[in-house]
């Protein structure tokens, strides 16, 4: 009897909140959302929603219940902008999301509809964590918009690797992963990689967009393209992942024997050059992660302790082989300009000391983009920023003129003056802009003083009137230059509109070409290989056409040569027949003549 009254009290009470979320279905009418009324045209609807959106969006209004409204306001615009969706409910109340059914029939199971997309178990209940709200609290922290994907997450993408999410309501693989999604993005977030999550229920567009068709999906971003992770979703696995979007080519395995060879390469290169030693194997990801970040401005090297011939370089540099150590060297080879040392290093304490170093004393100016990081356009009076410009010849070893440039450089203390120099050979016109008279530094180097007016190249400098031989009188003048500059900045007199610098280090065009086309293969190759079919089917598609249009022609062809062939041969046949019908007769009347 205990068992009998049991069992009609949970019916009771499921009954009781089936009716319970009917009726909240029943109660949603887009139309009270947006304050609009059922005549309202598509541009009030669309006027309504901005203005709603902007008002409840959840970054911006910081009520309890302000990201329930956003949705609500985003479901009602979802039904209103579309016409059809817009007369489906006029209709029949619902959005008709389920198509193929007879009207009568959706009518009918309309309120069943409506609890299975609405219903969810919430806290006053059984406390399943069905509903996305409630169930991933850290999710919220890296929910993505089609805007906010497009304008932030793809440029950055170009300084670090993304991991991105695919989640959606009533997702029990979502629940399944959440407890290891969680560890890794507490792990992969502290070194550097950002993370993003995507409700496809409410991101529709931005799901669609990444090519998600199910839920959990989980993708990877870099540089602005897309892969997929198809693995079985455990901490080792995404490590890999994402170690794998990286390039290969982002650190150098440095040893003994090329050590050398890899620090020397900062004259051709224009780069500082950054050594890593730690006594694991393997490039660490940290490491890797800072590679990608700045690998337009410094080369990267990796230096297992634990091989051959290490202790030698060790000693050399004076490092710690039982604690990771990083070098940052310059212009010169044998002595770091900067080092950090410590077990467990923080990202942010890594980056603050690659942004410190991320030029060289004396960098070459090889093109506008650098021109324009090296010597700031003037913003004030109070951010005045000078460079010193080194016109001089392009030369295999370091010249007399530059060493000296260099040490003057690295004895420099003022934070409103930068170094560098220019080979006037490769920059002809903007060397000749700078110098008064170019017959009189012909074959030497000079030195110019310049500030930037404007971003289309207007300047104030002045010249050295002697040419820069590096001596200690040369040394002398262009420092009491600069002290005159510092009280006086009418000092730079000449006035001049500098033309842009060609880009010496941009790849010739057949070599662009050849790195586009093997990016191309690579991304055919990793689309073939690594993607799943539905993703393949456009391109499958694409090729299955091309395939049956070509051999559909050759067929085609064939069949039309044998038509040809067919017609082309009666004729002759009878030319035939008429040769054999005149020669009979004449073969058949000589024995007549012997009788």
Aim: proline share 4%; hydrophobic share 40%; glycine share 4%.
């Amino acid at each position: 009897m205990e068992v009998k009254k049991l069992s009609i009290s949970w019916q009771f009470l499921i009954v009781l909140v089936l009716i319970l979320q009917i009726l909240s279905a029943l109660d949603f009418d887009p139309y009270r959302v947006l304050g609009v009324s059922r005549t309202a045209s598509q541009a009030d609807i669309k006027k309504a929603y901005k203005k709603l959106a902007r008002e409840w969006h959840p970054d911006k209004n910081k009520d309890p219940g302000a990201e329930d409204k956003f949705i609500q306001i985003s479901k009602a615009y979802e039904i209103l902008s579309n016409e059809e969706k817009r007369s489906h409910y006029d209709h029949y109340g619902d959005a008709g999301e389920n198509q193929g059914y007879q009207k009568q029939q959706q009518q009918r199971e309309y309120h069943f509809r409506h609890f299975h997309e609405n219903f969810y178990f919430d806290e006053s209940f059984f406390h399943f964590p069905f509903n996305s709200e409630r169930r991933d609290s850290i999710d919220e922290k890296y929910l993505l918009h089609f805007s906010h994907y497009v304008n932030e997450v793809v440029p950055d993408s170009f300084k670090k690797p993304y991991l991105i999410k695919i989640t959606s309501d009533w997702c029990f693989s979502c629940i399944h992963i959440e407890p290891v999604w969680k560890e890794v993005v507490q792990e992969l977030e502290g070194l550097g990689v950002g993370i993003g999550v995507v409700h496809a229920g409410y991101e529709r567009r931005l799901a669609h967009h990444l090519g998600a068709h199910s839920t959990p999906s989980i993708l990877g971003i870099i540089n602005g393209k897309i892969s997929f992770f198809h693995n079985a979703v455990v901490r080792e696995n995404l490590r890999q992942f994402v170690e794998s979007l990286l390039p290969g080519n982002l650190v150098e395995k440095v040893t003994n024997k090329n050590y050398v060879r890899f620090l020397s390469g900062w004259q051709q290169e224009n780069k500082p050059h950054v050594l890593l030693f730690d006594q694991m194997p393997a490039v660490p990801l940290l490491y890797k992660l800072t590679a990608f970040a700045y690998k337009d401005y410094l080369s990267f090297g990796y230096v297992y302790v634990g091989l051959r011939g290490a202790e030698e370089m060790a000693r050399q540099y004076n490092v710690n082989v039982y604690t990771p150590t990083i070098l940052i060297f310059k212009e010169h080879i044998h002595k770091p300009a900067d080092v950090i040392q410590a077990r467990g290093v923080k990202k942010q304490v890594i980056d603050d000391f690659i942004t410190q170093n991320k030029y060289l004393l004396a960098a070459r100016l090889t093109s506008q983009k650098v021109f324009h990081e090296l010597c700031p356009v003037k913003r004030s009076h109070r951010q005045r920023k000078y460079c010193v410009v080194l016109l001089t010849a392009e030369a295999t070893k370091l010249s007399q003129p530059f060493e000296a440039f260099l040490s003057f450089a690295l004895a420099n203390t003022q934070d409103t003056v930068r170094f560098v120099h220019v080979y006037s050979n490769r920059q002809q016109e903007f060397a000749d802009t700078l110098l008064p008279d170019s017959n009189a530094f012909q074959g030497k180097s000079a030195v110019s003083i310049l500030e930037r007016r404007n971003t289309a190249g207007r300047v104030v400098y002045k010249t050295l009137e002697d040419p820069w031989t590096g001596s200690e009188s040369d040394k002398f003048i262009l420092l009491g230059y600069l002290d005159q500059l510092r009280k006086d900045p009418a000092l730079l007199s000449s006035e001049a509109v500098l033309p842009d610098l060609t880009d010496e280090l941009a790849p010739i065009f057949l070599l662009r070409w050849l790195y586009s086309a093997s990016d191309y293969i690579s991304d055919c190759w990793d689309s073939i290989f690594h993607n799943n079919w539905r993703e393949m089917m456009p391109l499958l598609s694409l090729v299955f056409s091309a395939l049956f249009i070509l051999f559909g022609t050759v067929i085609i062809q064939a069949f039309s040569d044998s038509n040809d062939e067919r017609e082309s041969n009666p004729p002759d046949k009878e030319e035939a027949h008429a040769k054999t019908g005149k020669t009979e007769p004449s073969f058949t009347k000589e024995p007549s003549r012997l009788l």
